[in-house]
Each structure stands twice: as C-alpha cells, then as structure tokens.
C-alpha cells in the first residue's frame, strides 16, 4: 500500500501544553508519525512523497481567512512575544457576536477553541504538507487507484471551518472527502477515533452529499465536549447524513465492532461511491489518551468490516500517541485492510 508522507509534517513539534490544571508534555509529537511511518515500511509498505496541490482545496472547506493565518502567523508571534516561546492564546472568543481582530494575540484565541494547538516556527509547513497528504491521496482515489494510507500528522478532525482545536489544524479528512466529490456522488466519511470528530461533523452538518458517521467516546465527560452526542443527526439538507455511535467510557472490543458494524451499515445505506476513514489508534486499551478497550484483533476485524464495502478507500491517520501497541495496531489494520483488496 502507498503511504503519503512528508518529512516536513515533523518541523511541528509542540512541547507542552494546559490539561486539567497543569502543564503536561503534549502527546501529538513527530515521533508518533516516525514510529508509524518506519513500521509501515518494515511491513512492505510504499513511502511516496504527496504531489503539492496548492492552497485551494483546504480553502475550499475551511474559511480562506484562517487559512492566511498560518502563513504568517509565527512571524508575528516572534515580533510580538518573549524570545522562547510560541503562540498560544490565553483570549479565546466567547458565545454570541465577535469579529476577528487585527493583532496576533487576538487572532490566535479567534482561531483556536483551545491550548492544544500551538503555533510554531514549523507550524505552517506541517499541517500545509498534512493536508496535502490526505488531497493527493483522494486525487488517486479518483485516477482509479483504490486503497491509499495518508500519514497526517498533525491529524485533523477537531478541526472546523475557521477554528483549530485537539491537536487539529487543518481538517484533512473533510479536505479530502470535498475533493472527491469532483469524481464521486457521495462520500462517507467513517471516523473510528475514540475522540468525536466534531470540526468534521461541523463542516458537513447541512450537506447530503458526504456521510458523516463516528464511533466515539461520550462526549458529555470526555473530550470534545461540545458535540457530537447520539441525537446530532444533521440538519436541513443534511438531515440524516450524521450518525454518532456513542461509548461509553470502558466499552469493550465486541461492543466497539458492533458499532462500527452501525456505521458500515450506515455507509451502505447512504450509497456511498467511495470513503475517507479517519483512523485512530487512539481507541487501543493501552494508549495514553484511550478510555476503551480495543486490540491489535479488534483494528485488524475494523480493517476488515470497512474494506468488505467494496468502495475506493482513503486512510486518513487521526489520534494513536505513544503507547506500546501504537506500531503494531498499525500493522495490523493495514495488512487486514490490504488483505482483503487481493
């Protein structure tokens, strides 16, 4: 299997950040991707270096404003703020009326939900050439290839239209799943991150083309907090076009493939001509931010449930931080999802 990577996807390499009190070491690190990426090639995987697609295709789901923003974002910080540090906002906007304001601290609370999302000297570069990971990958989907794996890192699916938040910049698999509607009458996107892609539901709420369909953590006491929850099913066009298969916190492996089980059949019932999955492995019982209970068996039998669909698929990688089993899960889904094409 191809795998779309980019070593400039490592220049953004946060330290620390705010979590339930206190400073904390930030699990989305660049070696997360390098242990994926080199046990996928021990595997027999294809590194392949993604074409440059240019700006267009993320400004085509996010706000173009927001997306400008990064391109000179760290260069402000660096004239506005004490030698050492990054760009973190300590504004954040609030409920009701605002504007974007002109300054760069205020920008960056505008733009950013949270503290997860630092802006960096290799900020930019990183999530620009992440982006283009997941474009070229559904580019390929559409000149009739039909199992691509897209290395994001930084992963995308809390990220909305104008709004950075949870580790996520730009939505990479929104972004891939809207420039597949040039060849393909409609997308499912199946997201299996233990957290709510809830920037991706966001983007997709009032359409009908793309499925929006997840299995993830209760968020009323677990992150993302906001949205997401079991009766969030879309509205006006996209009425029924998203389907939330909330967990419990402790859920086990046979009930975690039931659900997903709901979202395949979701798929099929939607007519889907192809799918974007945002993978993660962040669901494994031993990973740092995971509240399930789910093995290398359990990705592997996904792998296998999705790609039973039959339809063009593009892996677009999400959470999965530095636990033991993070490699081997990968492994394990990929080969499963290979198997079953042959």
């Given at each position: 299997m191809k795998i779309l990577f980019d070593e400039r996807q490592l220049l953004h390499a946060p330290e620390s950040y705010f979590r339930q009190g206190?400073?904390?070491?930030?699990?989305?690190?660049?070696?997360?991707?390098?242990?994926?990426?080199?046990?996928l090639l021990a595997d027999g995987h294809q590194l392949t270096q993604p074409r440059d697609h240019g700006a267009s295709p993320i400004k085509a789901v996010h706000d173009p404003a927001y997306v400008d923003f990064f391109d000179t974002a760290w260069q402000r910080w660096q004239a506005?703020?004490?030698?050492?540090?990054?760009?973190?906002?300590?504004?954040?906007?609030?409920?009701?009326?605002?504007?974007?304001?002109?300054?760069?601290?205020?920008?960056?609370?505008?733009?950013?939900?949270?503290?997860?999302?630092?802006?960096?000297?290799?900020?930019?570069?990183?999530?620009?050439?992440s982006a283009q990971c997941a474009i070229d990958g559904a580019e390929r989907l559409i000149g009739?290839?039909?199992?691509?794996?897209?290395?994001?890192?930084?992963?995308?699916?809390?990220?909305?239209?104008?709004?950075?938040?949870?580790?996520?910049?730009?939505n990479n698999a929104a972004i891939a799943a809207h420039h597949l509607r040039q060849k393909f009458q409609?997308?499912?996107?199946?997201?299996?991150?233990?957290?709510?892609?809830?920037?991706?539901?966001d983007i997709f709420y009032e359409r009908a083309d793309v499925l929006f369909a997840s299995i993830h953590v209760d968020?009323?006491?677990?992150?993302?907090?906001?949205a997401c929850y079991a009766d969030e099913r879309g509205a006006g066009a996209g009425l029924g076009a998203s389907l939330n298969v909330v967990l419990d916190k402790g859920t086990g492996e046979a009930a975690i493939l039931a659900g997903i089980d709901q979202l395949i059949t979701a798929t099929r019932d939607f007519a889907a001509d192809a799918v974007v999955v945002s993978l993660g492995f962040d669901m494994a019982t031993d990973d740092p931010?995971?509240?399930?209970?789910?093995?290398?068996d359990g990705f592997a039998a996904a792998a296998s449930r999705i790609m039973a669909l039959d339809l063009p698929t593009l892996l677009v990688q999400e959470g999965g931080y530095l636990g033991p089993s993070l490699s081997s899960n990968a492994v394990r889904f990929l080969r499963a999802a290979e198997d079953a094409v042959r």
């Open positions: 206190r400073i904390i070491a930030h699990p989305e690190q660049p070696a997360r991707a390098i242990l994926l990426r080199d046990a506005y703020g004490e030698p050492g540090t990054i760009g973190v906002p300590n504004y954040h906007i609030s409920h009701g009326r605002n504007r974007c304001p002109t300054g760069i601290v205020g920008q960056l609370g505008y733009y950013s939900t949270d503290t997860a999302c630092p802006v960096s000297e290799g900020t930019r570069e990183a999530i620009y050439w009739g290839e039909d199992l691509i794996y897209a290395l994001c890192q930084p992963p995308g699916h809390h990220a909305s239209r104008g709004n950075s938040n949870g580790f996520c910049y730009f409609r997308v499912a996107i199946v997201d299996i991150d233990t957290h709510a892609g809830q920037g991706t539901q968020p009323s006491d677990y992150p993302p907090f906001f931010l995971s509240e399930l209970v789910f093995s290398g």
